[in-house]
Nanobody, 125 residues
Framework: QVQPVESGGGSVQPGESLRLSCAAS????????ISWFRQAPGKEREFVAA????????YVKDSVKGRFTISRDNAKNTLYLQMSSLKPEDTAVYYC??????????????????WGQGTQVTVSS
């Protein structure tokens, strides 16, 4: 099985950028879709962005589109979430999840088999 391992979180000021990484441990992302979810304090976990490893399809939720970009490094078996123009409301624990959902169900958490431990992103002045 493939275990996603997140890194890259931290504390930044509004307007700054961060790049989160999700590396595959114990396997490869080939054949899977990998998504980013986030959970803000006191809120439910929500979908952010998805990447289908075979084919390169991407999807970014509307509320962060234009600020967040999802991409990969095939050689490193790593997925990235580039976040720019960060806002305080982006503060959350960001999780990487791996599964094989059909594309129309890409945002459904129940479709993912493997989850990372999460990385904290704090946006505050």
């Amino acid at each position: 099985q493939v275990q996603p391992v997140e890194s890259g979180g931290g504390s930044v000021q509004p307007g700054e950028s961060l790049r989160l990484s999700c590396a595959a441990s114990g396997g490869t992302f080939s054949g899977y879709s990998i998504s980013w979810f986030r959970q803000a304090p006191g809120k439910e976990r929500e979908f952010v962005a998805a990447f289908r490893w075979n084919g390169g399809n991407t999807y970014v939720k509307d509320s962060v589109k234009g600020r967040f970009t999802i991409s990969r490094d095939n050689a490193k078996n790593t997925l990235y979430l580039q976040m720019s123009s960060l806002k305080p409301e982006d503060t959350a624990v960001y999780y990487c999840a791996v599964g094989r959902p059909i594309w129309s169900a890409i945002s459904q958490q129940s479709m993912y088999y493997y989850w990372g431990q999460g990385t904290q992103v704090t946006v505050s002045s």
